[in-house]
Nanobody, 115 residues
Framework: QVRLVESGGGLVQPGGSLRLSCAASESIFSLDFMGWYRQAPGKQREMVATISSGDTPGYADSVKGRFTISRDVAKNTVYLQMNSLKPEDTAVYYC?????????WGQGTQVTVSS
């Protein structure tokens, strides 16, 4: 079983930045991929960004050019750098991975973009 723990959420003004972290309980080398998803109130959970085991990133159109996903293998941690935040980025952000066919989610971290 893989445990994922997110941190770094909070309240930020429009145009501001936040960096989310997702710490995994085992080596991220062994994981198929890691990703960030978000869910706003009344909406379905959506993919934000993913990074493959070969370090290839992928982004939702709504965050391209503003968000950057990266990983630190030594720390078993994946990051999401979020710049130029907008009110519509407000959501609970979840870390996700799959391992041997099983999916794992973190508990989520709240991001609120408001003036």
């Amino acid at each position: 079983q893989v445990r994922l723990v997110e941190s770094g959420g909070g309240l930020v003004q429009p145009g501001g930045s936040l960096r989310l972290s997702c710490a995994a309980s085992e080596s991220i080398f062994s994981l198929d991929f890691m990703g960030w998803y978000r869910q706003a109130p009344g909406k379905q959970r959506e993919m934000v960004a993913t990074i493959s085991s070969g370090d290839t990133p992928g982004y939702a159109d709504s965050v391209k050019g503003r968000f950057t996903i990266s990983r630190d293998v030594a720390k078993n941690t994946v990051y999401l750098q979020m710049n130029s935040l907008k009110p519509e980025d407000t959501a609970v952000y979840y870390c996700h991975t799959t391992h041997y066919g099983y999916g794992y989610w973190g508990q989520g971290t709240q991001v609120t973009v408001s003036s």
